[in-house]
């Protein structure tokens, strides 16, 4: 069952040469206790596609039409220890809410609570003047309602399970004195803290080494498989989510270009787009590291019909005069091509 699904946004922004267009028609969906990555270059729109789901947005910004369902699982027992949430736990899911309509109170209730940002810098998301344990308290208070010993002991268990080593002792550092990595898993500490149904993780491995990275990513792969929390990774690094992500959708310019189950992905790519994005990954073979051509267009250029097609090794006469159409090519294997329109 879909936990959260984008449906058809399309969102722009307010400029001194007028409002310009920066999604178009974005959708996809999030599969309860399940991980999409949500893959392209910097620009691409993954950024603002996943803050319109928290309504977290620039004045500038104004979203055009769309929706965005989320379908809340309601538990029948809280529990108040996160190391015995399991999805196996019954629940029931409530009534679909689009958040795009709801009042900004009701929103507010929604973030963190249910549905929680890991940002994209760890290093400037802490408050420098207050210590680990005040900010993850903090966070409890308000999305729990637990104090005292609870709460504290709701913040040493969140630590523990991103493995953080002395927990307890570490509650009364401040941030400074975390590496990156800790201040990372510090981070996803307080999204655990507050039981929330869907995590989004937005280039949650920026600035980390690989060794760290890859802590980093087992961790939320942890999370899913253990406690079922469903998880939006955005990233740049498609070898990152290889081993991670059940499902993959891959972004160009403000569209869905592919979408496609990992494994499937990975097999048999059908964009042009998706194919450039996996050839331009480095390998251990000693083959010339490829890249893709040219810059991803900004929302002040106007491309007519696919917007890959200055960039496109395949190009054809239709591809500058009509936009392609997201079509599934095998079932659950989404792809917006011309190509495909041929065979």
């Given at each position: 069952?879909?936990?959260?699904e ?16 920066a999604l ?5 969906a ?14 691409c729109?993954?950024?603002i ?15 055009v039409?769309?929706?965005?369902i ?6 029948g ?19 679909e ?37 005040n900010?993850l ?31 307890r ?14 201040k ?10 507050c ?10 491995t ?7 990275q ?8 942890n ?7 469903s ?22 310019a403000g569209?869905?270009?592919e979408s ?5 992905f990975?097999?048999?790519p ?5 194919k450039?994005?996996l050839?331009s ?6 083959q010339k ?5 040219g ?33 599934e ?15």
């Amino acid at each position: 069952m879909n936990i959260l699904e984008v449906k058809n946004l399309n969102l722009g922004f307010e400029t001194e040469a007028g409002f310009k267009q920066a999604l178009f028609d974005v959708s996809f969906a999030l599969e309860k206790g399940k991980m999409l990555a949500l893959v392209g270059e910097s620009g691409c729109g993954k950024t603002i596609s996943a803050m319109s789901i928290l309504r977290l947005l620039p004045k500038t910004a104004r979203i055009v039409s769309g929706e965005i369902i989320f379908r809340e699982e309601e538990r029948g027992k809280r529990e108040k220890e996160i190391s015995n949430l399991s999805p196996l736990h019954p629940f029931t899911i409530s009534p679909e809410k689009n958040l795009l309509t709801l009042p900004p109170k009701e929103i507010e209730q929604i973030r963190g609570s249910k549905i929680a940002l890991i940002p994209q810098d760890p290093m400037t998301s802490l408050n420098p003047l207050y210590t680990i344990g005040n900010q993850l308290l903090e966070v409890i208070e308000k999305h729990q309602g637990l104090k005292g010993k609870e709460a504290t002991q709701k913040a040493i268990e969140a630590l523990e399970l991103v493995q953080i080593p002395s927990a307890r002792e570490r509650l009364g550092v401040y941030p400074h004195e975390f590496s990156g990595g800790m201040k990372q898993r510090a981070i996803i500490a307080m999204a655990l803290a507050c039981n929330a149904q869907i995590i989004i993780a937005d280039e949650p491995t920026t600035a980390l080494d690989v060794t760290i990275q890859a802590q980093i990513m087992n961790i939320l792969d942890n999370i899913k498989k253990e406690i079922g929390t469903s998880i939006l990774l955005i990233t740049h690094d498609l070898a990152l989510v290889e081993d991670s992500a059940d499902m993959i959708s891959v972004m160009y310019a403000g569209k869905i270009m592919e979408s496609a189950p990992t494994k499937e992905f990975f097999k048999n790519p059908t964009n042009p787009y998706s194919k450039a994005l996996l050839k331009s990954l480095p390998s251990n073979k000693g083959q010339k590291l490829a890249i893709i051509e040219g810059q991803p267009p900004t929302i002040q250029q106007n491309i007519s019909g696919c917007k890959f097609n200055p960039r496109c090794e395949f190009v054809m006469d239709i591809c500058p005069n009509e936009i392609p159409q997201l079509i599934e090519i095998v079932p659950n294997h989404f792809c917006a091509c011309h190509l495909q329109g041929e065979k």
